[in-house]
């Protein structure tokens, strides 16, 4: 038998509960956790229960535009609770190799709480 990808995929075994992480919110489809290597005062990431690689995996299954929804609004709760929309924040998704992205499986930084620069490094 061949092992799901989600055996072996970290924020897979976040979701189960099976890898410590600092559970900051949770809904039906997705989890906030606080991140390990925090790039801002505040820096979470927003994971979908469901394994995807990326964004464009993530968004070929059936229930894709349902499951965005509450992953965006769990952000969207998140900002509020910590009264982010008041200095602002930003949203990430880095996406392959050049994207930046280091875990494969899809997730949403929030990031805030210092002055973001632009463009991007
Ligand atoms: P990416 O580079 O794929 O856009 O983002 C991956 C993020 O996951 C990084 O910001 C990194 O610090 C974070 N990260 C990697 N391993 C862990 C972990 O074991 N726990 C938590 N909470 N964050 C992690
Ligand atoms: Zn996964």
Known sequence: ???SPAASCLFCRIVKGEIPAGRIRESG???AIADI???APHHYL???KRHATDIGEFM???RAAAEMADLLNLGLE???TEHLQERGYRLVVNTGQE???TVPHLHIHLLAGREM???PG
Do not use: E, R, Y
């Open 46 to 48: 927003l994971i979908p």
């Open 99 to 101: 994207g930046g992205q």
């Open 29 to 31: 489809d997705s989890l």
């Open 78 to 80: 998140l900002a509020l």
């Open 117 to 119: 620069g632009w463009p």
């Open 1 to 3: 038998m061949t092992a």
């Open 37 to 39: 290597a925090p790039q």
């Open 60 to 62: 070929k299954g059936p």
